[in-house]
């Protein structure tokens, strides 16, 4: 009798140099600035040593004094990876850029020379951004709308592909006896004329190891449904409950099949903090201890600036208020808000753990804790992978990699080594 085969587990790494809880720096044996090089090549060098698939790193183009630690000042994530990439041999580098603060031949550009540089592992987070503070760096009084945000997103990722399919393989020759470097009819330019775009073409960089980087969106709104169902290889979401991440895996998974695309090669990671001990009660004591020191003003500030509303005006031990969704972060809002409604939580309750977990799904408990609860996920269609969270960098990461890890490979959910050396290989997507 034949078994079914079992599934394979995908695991990106979520960085922040300080950790993802708010909290979390002041935890560590090891304060690094989130601008040191050398720390975030450690922490590079560890994920890859644990055979993680995906080092991530977000991006936004405005900072205050409210933002986590790790985001008030950060390297630029392009750059950054291009230093990573001389530093790894095999873990997928991916940078969050926008669609709404860039143009498209500077991206796909950029991207290609990521590609080049580590030899295939290059990833982009598709972003359109969403806050004023934004626009307000880029000469602009607001942001364009949502919808319009999504619209010039869609083109942008239209003329990115054309510009890096404008190489074609076998474009460079480098015949030295008769003279010729490259096929000229291999090399086009695209000439294109849209509502957002006008660009000749071709890039001035050759065909990269992938082609083009593997294509990363997130979104729970309509348009970023189903922006991600056309474009996207990996899709990052956030589930508090099974029944939500099965919820959005079913509808997005859907979305994917009517947009003609096979909903097997296109990953969905919800993020998880995992907050690990070696035993039960210490990983409680751990995670009771980070949200004893959260700043609830901090908190307070980082939730109003996600709403759009001043939060300090209401009752701190009373309920969330209606909070409409606006133009912003569309995703994020709905998620809090049903938080704070399928949970009872008063503001000050919101405000702790948005601030600590920043709204993603906490998993507290050992290392068999922790792989119950992903693999669970994993076998019930709530998830094909994960974007793990280290609340602590290292102690937290460290424990993930040396106990957590060792236990899904044991269950057979993570290949032991590297089997290629491209992103795309090892994500199991088709090539292009």
Do not use: C
């Amino acid at each position: 009798m034949s078994q079914t085969k079992k599934k394979r587990l995908y695991l990106g790494l979520f960085v922040q140099p300080l950790g993802h809880h708010v909290s979390g720096w002041r935890l560590t044996d090891n304060l690094n600035l989130p601008t040191d090089i050398d720390w975030l090549i450690h922490i590079a060098k560890k994920a890859e040593s644990g055979r993680f698939d995906l080092f991530f790193v977000g991006d936004a183009l405005a900072t205050s004094v409210h933002r986590l630690p790790s985001t008030m000042a950060r390297l630029e994530p392009l750059t950054l990876l291009s230093a990573l990439a001389v530093s790894t041999s095999y873990i997928g580098l991916a940078a969050t850029a926008s669609t709404t603060f860039s143009d498209p031949f500077t991206l796909a550009r950029a991207f290609s020379s990521l590609d080049h540089i580590s030899k295939g592992r290059a990833a982009w987070n598709v972003v359109t951004s969403y806050s004023q503070d934004v626009a307000q760096n880029f000469s602009l009084a607001d942001m364009p709308n949502h919808h319009q945000r999504y619209q010039r997103a869609a083109e942008f990722l239209e003329v990115t592909n054309k510009l890096w399919n404008a190489w074609q393989d076998g474009a460079v020759v480098a015949h030295q006896n008769s003279g010729q470097y490259f096929v000229d009819d291999k090399i086009n330019t695209i000439e294109h004329y849209g509502e957002f775009f006008q660009v000749k073409g071709p890039l001035n960089i050759s065909r990269s190891p992938q082609h083009k980087p593997v294509i990363i969106e997130a979104g729970s709104s309509t348009d970023g449904q189903n922006l991600a169902a056309k474009t996207a290889e990996i899709i990052f979401t956030a589930a508090a409950t099974i029944e939500e991440g099965q919820s959005f895996y079913k509808s997005q998974k859907q979305t994917i099949a009517a947009a003609g695309r096979n909903p097997d090669q296109v990953i969905i990671m919800p993020g998880v903090m995992p907050i690990i001990g070696t035993t039960s009660k210490e990983a409680k004591d751990l995670w009771n201890k980070l949200n004893q020191l959260v700043d609830i003003e901090n908190g307070l500030n980082q939730l109003s600036a996600r709403f759009g509303i001043d939060l300090k005006k209401y009752p701190l031990d009373g309920p969330l208020p209606e909070i409409p969704l606006g133009e912003g972060n569309q995703s994020r809002v709905k998620l809090l808000t049903e938080m704070a409604q399928r949970d009872n939580l008063t503001i000050r309750e919101l405000a702790a753990v948005a601030a600590g977990s920043r709204g993603h799904r906490v998993v507290i408990g050992t290392a068999k804790d922790i792989a119950d609860d992903l693999e669970y996920w994993l076998n019930h269609h709530a998830a094909d992978g994960f974007n793990i969270m280290p609340a602590i960098i290292p102690e937290q990461l460290d424990l993930f990699v040396e106990l957590v890890i060792p236990e899904l490979k044991q269950r057979k959910l993570l290949p032991e080594s590297y089997e290629f050396t491209t992103l795309r290989e090892n994500l199991g997507l088709p090539p292009l």
